[in-house]
C-alpha cells in the first residue's frame, strides 16, 4: 500500500520539564517588565491575570491570517483573554483558502511581514517551510518552556495530527490549527430500519450494516437509490434519493475523494520511496469504482464540490458519503439539517476485509513567519491556541481541535456523535503530498479526474496523461526526497 | 509703439514669429504639469505592470519553489507555450467562446435594436428592462446562473427538462452543456448592449438618405438591411470590438459556475493563466502566458480599428 507521505513517527520536539524556579523568576521578571511595559508604551496588563502565562511580550502587536471556519471566528471571539493574560494583541483576519494562500504567498515572498501567525494548509508546507518562510517551532519550544500557562500540553496535541501538519524535512515547523479529517457518514436510520435490512439480506445475500469494503459501499449505493413514489424506511417518497453522494467537480475536491480510494486500493500519489504512482493499477482501480459509484449518485455531481455533497447529507437525498468530519456538526444543526440525530459516522472502508482503513488527513497549521514582529510572542499565541480551555472551546462551538484531550472529553463526546469516530479516524489517516510542486501536481489530477468522471478519457487514460504531465512538471526531482 | 519704424521693415514671410522662449517653456511645464497625475497614474498601473511582466516572462520565478529564483532563461517560458497541449486547448475554447458568444450577441442584439428602434410608446421602458443585466457583476451573473443549473434545484434546470432540453444530470454535467451554458450567461447579459449600440446609431443615422430610399420605393426590410444597417456598421463594429475584448478576458462567471471543466471544456485562456500563476505559483511562465495575450488582443484590437478607419473613410 503506497502512502501518500512521509508521516513516518517522529517524537514531538521534547519540552524542557517546567521548573518552579523558573517560573517563579519568568513571573517575577514579566512583573518588573510588565511594570517597565506600562510606562514605556507597552501593554496595560495585570500580573494577577496571567495564569502562568508570561507578560513579557506585552504591548506586542501580533497579526494573525486564517482560513474563514468557525475555528478562527472562535479564536477571534477568545482572543482578548490572551490579551488580558499576555498583554499581547492579536488581529485575527480570516480569508477564504484561494485568497489565503495567495495573500501569504505574496506577503512571505516579499518579506512584508504583515502576518505573524498564518494558519497555512498543511499541503503548502514544502512550499512554504522549504523556501525557509517559516521559524523552526523547536527551538521555540525550548526558549519559551517557562513562558508557557500551564492550561498548555504539547503532549496533548495528537501526534499523527502534528506530524502530517508540521513535520517537512524532519523539522517542526509549526502546530495543528484544525483537524479536519475524512470519514464515512451515513444515515444511521435507514441502516437500522427492519424493512430496508430484511430486504438488503434478501437482495446481497449479507447483512445491511455501515460499510467496512467498498463492495459494501457500492452495493448499499445501490440498494438506496430509489425514485420519486418508491418506499424508503416504511414511507413513499416524493423526490428521488441517491445511495450514495459524490464532489466529483473539476476541483481538488474530487482529487481529494479519490485519494480516499486510492488509499486501500494500493495506489495513490507518490510511493513510500518518493516514485510517481499515479497511473499505478490500485491508482487506476480506485478512479474506475469511483467512476462507477456516479452511477447511484445524484445527477449533476460532476459539478458538486464539498458544499453539494454537504447539502445532499442534510437534506436527507444521499444515504451515505465520504466527507469531511468537520461537516458532522452541520449534519446535527437543527436549522440547517433535516438528519439531525439520523447520522452514523465511520472508518473510511478498505479493498478487503482485515485492511487497515486509512482516512486522509485535511489539518491546517500555524505557523510564524520568519517576518514576524516577535516570534516567541507568536509562539505563546499558537500555544495559548491549543491550550486545553481554548480546545475545549472550539469543540464546543462546532470546530475542530487538535488534541487529545479535547476529543475524549465526556461532555464533548455526549453532545457530538462523531467525536469519537474523528479521533479514531485522526489516529489512521495519512497525508497528501505537501511538495512545493504539489499545488501544480494538484491542478493536473484535478483536470483528468474531471476528465474520466464525465467520460472525457477513460480512468487509465486520464491518470496515464496525469502520470506524464506530473513527470514534467517535478522532472529531475523525481524521485522526491521528501513529500 | 513706433508703428513706422516697423513698416519699413522688409515683410517677415517665411520664417515664423518665435515666441518668447521663457512663455514657451513655462507653458510646456504648464501642459506637463497638468497631465503628470494622469501619466503617472498610467505609469504605474499600465507601463510598470507590463514592464515588469515582460522581464518575469524571461526567468524563472516561483514564489513557492526555492530552486525557480528568477534566474534568466530567455525564451524557454515562450517555447513552453507552444509544446503546452494544455494551453493550446484553452485557446481553442477560447476562441470558440467568444466567436460564438459574440456572433449571437450581434444577432440578437442588432435584431432587438431594430425592434426597439421601431417601438415609439415603450421604447424608454423596455431599454431600462434591457439595461438590467448590463447592470448586474459578472459574479452575481454567475451565481445566478449557478443556482438557476443546479442539477436539483435549479428553475432553470427544471425548465431546460420540462422542454426536453436537458436530461436529468442537468447542463453542467457534460462538456458541451456546461460551455453552452456560459456562451448562453454571456450572451443574457451582453445582447442588450448591442441592442443599445444599434439603437443609438440608427438614431442618429442621417434622415436625408433614409428619405430617399423610401421615395425610391424601398420597403421596410429592405430599408433596414440596405441603408439603415449599412450606416451603423461602424457603431456595430465597435460595439464587436468592445464584446470581443471584453469576452477574451472572461474569468468571474467561468469561475463560480463550472470552475473551467467539466475537464477543460471551459477552461478558458484566464482560468488557465490564473491557475498557472495563483494556483501553481508559476510566475513567469504566468507572466509569458499574459504578454502573449497581451500581444493577441493589441493585433485584433489593431486589425479591427484599420478596418473601421477604412469603412468609416469609403
Redesign the interface.
Known sequence: MFRFAQTAPMSPPARRPRRLLLVTTATAASLVLAGCGAGGGGGDVDPEDANGWSQEFAGTELNVLAEATLNSEILAELAPEFTRMTGIEVAIETAPF?QLV?SV??D??TSQGDFDVVSIPYD?LG??A???YLEEITPLIEANADKVGPEFNQEDILPGLWDTAAVWNGKYYGMPSNSAVTMMIYRADLFENETEKAAFAAQYGYELAPATTWQQYSDIAEFFTRDAGEQLAGETLTEPVYGVTIAG???EAAVFEWINYANSFGGGVVSPEGELVVDSEGSVESLEYMNSLGEFA???Y??ATWDEVTA?LQQG?AAQAISWGDTAGAMENPDQSAVVGKMGYGDVPVSAEGDDPHALHGAWTYTISKEATDVNAAYLFVAWALSAPVQKAIGEKGGVPATRSAFEDADLIATLPSWPQQLTSLENALARPRN??W??M??QLA?QV??A??G??TPEAALGKAQG?ITGILGDKLPLKAF | MNTSATAERPPQVSAPRRRPRGLDSRQRWTRIGMQAPSLVILLVVLAFPLVYSLSLSFQSYSPVDPEANGQWIGLGNYARMFQDTQFGQAILVTIAYVVLAVALETVIGTAIGVWLSRLMRTRRLVTSFLLLPMIATPLVVGLMFSFGLNAQFGYMTDALQALGLVGEAGVLDSPAGAFAALVAMDVWEWTPFIALMVLAGLSAAPQAQIQAAQIDGCNTAQLYWHVMLPMIRPVIGVAILFRATEAIRQFDQVYILTGGGPGSATTVNDIFQYRVSFTAFDMSYGAALGIATFLVVAVLAWILFRFLGRKGAQ
Open positions: 484561494a495567495q504567498t505574496l512571505f515572498s503548502y512550499a512554504y522549504g523556501s525557509d467537480k473539476r476541483h445524484p445527477p449533476g460532476t459539478s445532499q437525498i512545493a510542486e499545488p501544480q494538484l491542478e483536470l474531471s476528465n468522471l464525465v472525457e478519457s504531465d
